[in-house]
């Protein structure tokens, strides 16, 4: 039973100064880029921006309603994961509660995002393989939660906030495409798929591997 957890009221190992570091990046450009995107979606676009960002403005303004729903979520859900792991908060019913529904939702409308990605199939590939790995993590953490497994519990939650930051880091990635753009001749269709495969699979692994180095600090 989820009560179980109130017993262990004892703090959890602070996490490597790394992860800690990666983790706070990571939330503070998800919501750079959530914020962002909405903002787009709201306004005019402007002739100062450059065509290849005006064109992909313009193609999430096709799918307004689902990227609104999607991006809005996402946001409240990466302002909840600071929660998730504060030991004030941590073992409250609400945050986790919000953390395994909001995470839910932040999934099932990715799917939905991917019937219509920037990137084409490559892109779409991406986000189906590493949302299920999202979903599947954010399953056994909830699992573990209610078994009062604290280890596995911060373990595979751990996972899944790694995984769903992966979009954070996506962004910089294709900064350097963007950036690259002129030489390359590489426009978003073309590059968007390899962003969220490159973004998406260093954090993933970035992860494991951090599982594995400081296995006793973050049990």
Known sequence: MAQTHHSRPHELTPLPSALRVGFWLCVLVAIAAGMRRL???????????????????????????LTYAHIVVALVFVCVLPLVYWNRTRLRQPVRAAFYILGL???????????????????GAAVVVFNLLFLFSLAQSFRAWRAGDASADRRWTLRATAIVLGIA?????????????????????????FAFWI???????????????????IE
């Open 39 to 65: 903002l787009a979606l709201g306004t005019t676009p402007s002739s100062a921006e450059p065509p290849d960002l005006q064109r992909l403005d313009q193609f999430f303004r096709s799918h307004a309603s």
């Open 105 to 123: 939702i932040v999934g099932l409308t990715a799917f939905g995002m991917a019937a219509h990605p920037v990137g084409g199939s490559v892109e």
């Open 169 to 193: 880091t996506t962004r910089p990635v294709m900064g350097i495409f963007f950036a690259t753009a002129r030489l390359t001749g590489w426009t978003p269709h073309q590059f968007f798929g």
């Open 199 to 217: 973004g998406f699979t260093i954090n993933t692994v970035v992860m494991e591997i951090a599982l594995r180095r400081h296995a006793r600090s």
